[in-house]
């Protein structure tokens, strides 16, 4: 297999499995908030606050991603 058509297939991956993770990981934690507000509406500022910050570290791990399938398609390091 040529080095370019196995780099094209990485970043495929790297890109669809950096945006899985987080995708999953952003669902349950924002359907636990709503759940923490509902229960305890004195306290949503705070959730709020920790869920934002939460969601930009798991949205980091996608740009990662997209950092490394970029590389592989336009600085490939192996060719």
Known sequence: MDIQAASVIAAALAIGLAAIGPGIGQ?????????????????????????????????SLTIYGLVVALVLLFANPFV
Request: charged share 20%; no cysteine.
């Open 27 to 59: 669902g349950n934690a924002s359907g636990q908030a709503v759940a923490g507000i509902a229960r305890q509406p004195e306290a949503e500022g705070k959730i709020r606050g920790t869920l934002l910050l939460t969601l930009a570290f798991m949205e």
